[in-house]
Nanobody, 123 residues
Framework: QVQLVESGGGLVQPGGSLRLSCAASGRISRINDMGWYRQAPGKQRELVAGITSGGSTRYADSVKGRFTISRDNAKNTEYLQMNSLKPEDTAVYYC?????????????????WGQGTQVTVSS
């Protein structure tokens, strides 16, 4: 089917920056909406940022002005540039994509998730 593989997480000091990447692979026909979510310990998973196939973006209020989502359709990859990181940004970050893919002679659509990457903001 389709796999999403994230990279770029790690430990950073408050005020620092990280860039997450998520590459999709498989028998992909088209990728529609893409997004980044995060889940902190003891909390529900929440939307951080989303981007449509046409490039329209939306952000959680808590990250507006600090995070930027982007995508490279030719590479089936999305990115999350995170600046001015705060300790409250600490979480496991997951990428998400709505993908049209080929299964034999059929064309299907599914909602896929990456495995998650840990982001820790601490001094």
């Amino acid at each position: 089917q389709v796999q999403l593989v994230e990279s770029g997480g790690g430990l950073v000091q408050p005020g620092g920056s990280l860039r997450l990447s998520c590459a999709a692979s498989g028998r992909i026909s088209r990728i529609n909406d893409m997004g980044w979510y995060r889940q902190a310990p003891g909390k529900q998973r929440e939307l951080v940022a989303g981007i449509t196939s046409g490039g329209s973006t939306r952000y959680a209020d808590s990250v507006k002005g600090r995070f930027t989502i982007s995508r490279d359709n030719a590479k089936n990859t999305e990115y999350l540039q995170m600046n001015s990181l705060k300790p409250e940004d600490t979480a496991v970050y997951y990428c998400n994509a709505v993908v049209e893919f080929r299964e034999g002679l059929l064309r299907r659509s599914g909602n896929f998730w990456g495995q998650g990457t840990q982001v820790t903001v601490s001094s």
